[in-house]
Structures are given as structure tokens and as C-alpha cells.
């Protein structure tokens, strides 16, 4: 019984730490960015006023839509906050590590794409529709790369878990120098740029026609819908951010409480090295033009399965 109220307090605390950090991690990629391009940027702290002001308004709802549209939200922000209680951001293992693995995070991240891309369909305009169609034929490219990177670490390690991998790298910190551990982050990171929505695959900053796809499914919601939707696709970012990190950097994470402090120093250390590489390849790459990103989601997938056969055949 003891045991169990730890595992529920433990994870209780991660995902209140996931969501406070969550918005922080948007606020200094936008400052990077901001640096690297010369100008002075909004403060780290916006994403949180931002998101106060849209929680403090009440929803418009277009009369054309039905259930699908005010279901989303809530089963977005379900799956985010289902796979950030899987994964061993802070503390080894998950909170909830056992009642899931890699595939399950990556599955969760799928349900949440088809809420979503339902709502936009289900507004009936064409920003939603086209957002929508962009953001799903995106997936089936990128998920793949992610598993794929995956497995190259499965392989390794013996495990899909989340929590075993990164407990066995950190047991045997000597592996990660293997010839297939530096192949696979390249393609997590292009995969992570693309489910983010980040350059070269998509500009988060704009609502143009040629450069948007999250934002095209967003247009219909307004208030308390759209900061919930804004907060979960930041807190999407973290847990991407969390997978990365436990599969190619677990050190430092905690396994007493006693380690908690050391944690989360490590933690967030890594989010804002992860953060300013983000903000420098935003920075130093154009925007593809968006029949180009299958090519570059191919180049990674190629790099990822080149991983896996490394490490099959060459270990």
C-alpha cells in the first residue's frame, strides 16, 4: 500500500513539474531564436501570460461543428498527460513506466493527432482541412523515424521500455559509444523537428497559407479550447524532449530521493542545451517548401534504419 502511494505521489509530481516546465522550454526557444537572429525577443516567462489570458476566456464555438470539436481538446491533453507519466523524465523508473513502453508513447502521440486532425476537419473550413491532411501525411513519415531510432536503442538495451533503456545506458555508460548510439539521434532530433512543427519542416510563427499545419487545426478554437490545445502541444514538446533524452542522455536521473536535486538540475540543464539546438537549426535553416519534407523525413528515416542495422550487425 506505502508502495503504491509513492508511485502515485512520484508521478503526481513529475507531470506537475512537466507541465509548470512546459511553456518555460517554448519561451526559451523563442528567446534563442530571437538572440541568434538579432533581435530582442519576447521574455522567456510570455508562453505562461499568454496562457493565463486564453485560460481566462470563455470558448466561441462555431455553430457548424459538432461533439468531435469539443471533444479534442480534452483527449489531446489526455494522451499528453497519459505518455508524461511513462517516461522517466526526472526520476528512474516511470512513475507509470509499467503500464507502457516506447510504442505506447508513440501510440498516444498518434491518438492525439487523429483528435486533432479530426476537429479540424470537422470545422468545416479549408485552413482546418488542409492543416489537418498536412499534419497526418507529416506523421506517417515521422513516426516511423522515431521508432525506428527506438529500436536501434531497444536492440542495445534489450527493452522498449522507456525507463529500462535509460537504466541500462546509465548502468553502462561505455555502450553509448557504440557505432549505432551516435547514428540514431540525428534522426530523432529531424523527427522531433517535425512533430513539433518546427523549420525547415513548418514555421511555428506564422498563420500563411503555404507554411502552416498545427496552426491550420487550431484556427476554430478560441479561449479556455485553444489554451488547453496550446498547453498540451507544449507539454507534446517536453515529452519528445524527455524521450531523447532517456534514450542518449539518461544520466544524472534520479533513483532515490535523495538524488531528487542533482535530477533536476540535470534535467533542466539538458532541456536548455536540447532548446538552443533547437533555436539554432530554426535559425540557420529556411523554411522547406513543403513538398520537401517528405525528402528530408526520408533522409532521416534512412539514417535511423541505418542505425538499427549497425547495431544488429555491428553492435
Not at 492525439?112 to 499534419?135: K, N, P, Q, V, W
Not at 487545426?217 to 531523447?244: C, D, H, I, N, T
Not at 528530408?296 to 528515416?301: I, P, T, V
Request: proline share 7%.
Amino acid at each position: 500500500m506505502n508502495g503504491s502511494i509513492a508511485a502515485f505521489a512520484i508521478s503526481v509530481a513529475q507531470l506537475a513539474v512537466l507541465l509548470a516546465v512546459a511553456p518555460g522550454l517554448t519561451g526559451i526557444i523563442k528567446r534563442a531564436k530571437a538572440w541568434l537572429q538579432g533581435r530582442h525577443g519576447p521574455p522567456i516567462l510570455q508562453p505562461y501570460f499568454d496562457l493565463a489570458k486564453l485560460l481566462r476566456k470563455d470558448a466561441v464555438v462555431s455553430e457548424h461543428s459538432s461533439l468531435i470539436t469539443r471533444a479534442a481538446p480534452p483527449v489531446y491533453a489526455a494522451a499528453m498527460l497519459s505518455a508524461a507519466t511513462i517516461i522517466p523524465a526526472i526520476w528512474v523508473p516511470a512513475p507509470l513506466g509499467g503500464l507502457g513502453d516506447a510504442l505506447a508513447v508513440v501510440g498516444l502521440l498518434t491518438l492525439a493527432r487523429f483528435s486533432l486532425a479530426l476537429a479540424g476537419l470537422d470545422g468545416g473550413s479549408a485552413f482546418g482541412g488542409m492543416g489537418s491532411s498536412r499534419d497526418v501525411a507529416v506523421a506517417a513519415l515521422a513516426e516511423p523515424v522515431v521508432l525506428l531510432a527506438i529500436f536501434a536503442v531497444a536492440w542495445r538495451t534489450g527493452t522498449t521500455d522507456v525507463s529500462g533503456s535509460a537504466s541500462w545506458l546509465a548502468d553502462h555508460p561505455s555502450d553509448t559509444l557504440a557505432p549505432s548510439q551516435p547514428l540514431a539521434p540525428a534522426p530523432m532530433l529531424i523527427a522531433i523537428i517535425a512533430e513539433t512543427g518546427r523549420a525547415p519542416a513548418e514555421n511555428p510563427d506564422t498563420h500563411l497559407e503555404l507554411t502552416m499545419i498545427h496552426e491550420g487545426m487550431l484556427l476554430e478554437y478560441a479561449g479556455r479550447p485553444l489554451g488547453v490545445l496550446v498547453w498540451a502541444s507544449q507539454l507534446k514538446q517536453l515529452v519528445l524532449f524527455s524521450v531523447a533524452i532517456a534514450l542518449f542522455a539518461p544520466f544524472g536521473m534520479a533513483r532515490a530521493p535523495s538524488d531528487l536535486p542533482v535530477a533536476l538540475v540535470a534535467f533542466g540543464a539538458k532541456l536548455v542545451m536540447l532548446g538552443l539546438v533547437m533555436a539554432l537549426v530554426e535559425s540557420s535553416n529556411a523554411k522547406l517548401r513543403i513538398l520537401r519534407v517528405p525528402e528530408l523525413l526520408g533522409a532521416a528515416c534512412a539514417l535511423a534504419m541505418l542505425a538499427l542495422v549497425t547495431e544488429v550487425f555491428v553492435g
